[in-house]
T-cell receptor, first 112, second 114 residues
Framework: GENVEQHPSTLSVQEGDSAVIKCTYS??????FPWYKQELGKGPQLIID?????GEKKDQRIAVTLNKTAKHFSLHITETQPEDSAVYFC???????????FGSGTRLQVQP | NAGVTQTPKFRVLKTGQSMTLLCAQD?????MYWYRQDPGMGLRLIHY???????AKGEVPDGYNVSRLKKQNFLLGLESAAPSQTSVYFC?????????????FGPGTRLTVL
């Protein structure tokens, strides 16, 4: 089955700096890669996603890049703000499957 | 819209006790999922359902049963709770659509098994 590895497990940045979180996946048939943000005491919430026919997608301060050859994808947050502090999860899903396989999460702390 | 709701929010069980977690969604979603979240392990899929009356096993199904008698509800049961089932449980739901794959999560149930 699919295996998703996520790095780093914790990340601390200064407000205004950029943050990058990286994930690798094992199943070359995977075609959908979402990123979820989980705030303390809440359920995860989708913040951005990308499909395998696209190399990059951007939504205001967040962007996701996908390298299918290397089987890795990354989340980029620019101009970080304290409200970006949360746990971020990457996930992958293969063709014909409904279930997502999640990475182990990255705790991002933005220092004011 | 309430979205995805879960009851209860917290529960403490003794080893061997049984309980049922209820998930309800008001978005008319076809697909529903149960995940467990443990420190350093992300979210792992327990069971899921692609429609009323159907269920399927996920990554970690042992010790759990599920039922989807109504489209809007997805129940997760623990017949004989074990300490290894101490976790935070999340329910999610999604549309069956080629254009959107967003899973909407509930707020979670924190379960402790003593």
């Amino acid at each position: 089955g699919e295996n998703v590895e996520q790095h780093p497990s914790t990340l601390s940045v200064q407000e205004g700096d950029s943050a990058v979180i990286k994930c690798t996946y094992s199943d070359s048939a995977s075609n959908y890669f979402p990123w979820y943000k989980q705030e303390l005491g809440k359920g995860p919430q989708l913040i951005i996603d990308i499909r395998s026919n696209v190399g990059e997608k951007k939504d205001q301060r967040i962007a996701v890049t996908l390298n299918k050859t290397a089987k890795h994808f990354s989340l980029h947050i620019t101009e970080t703000q304290p409200e970006d502090s949360a746990v971020y999860f990457c996930a992958a899903r293969g063709t014909g499957r409904r279930a997502l396989t999640f990475g182990s999460g990255t705790r991002l702390q933005v220092q004011p | 819209n309430a979205g995805v709701t879960q009851t209860p929010k917290f529960r403490v069980l003794k080893t061997g006790q049984s309980m049922t977690l209820l998930c309800a969604q008001d978005m008319n979603h076809e697909y529903m999922y149960w995940y467990r979240q443990d420190p350093g392990m992300g979210l792992r899929l327990i069971h899921y359902s692609v429609g009323e009356g159907t269920t399927a096993k996920g990554e970690v199904p042992d010790g759990y049963n599920v039922s989807r008698l109504k489209k809007q509800n997805f129940l997760l049961g623990l017949e004989s709770a074990a300490p290894s089932q101490t976790s935070v449980y999340f329910c999610a739901s999604s549309y069956e659509s080629a254009s959107t794959d967003t899973q909407y999560f509930g707020p979670g149930t924190r379960l402790t098994v003593l």
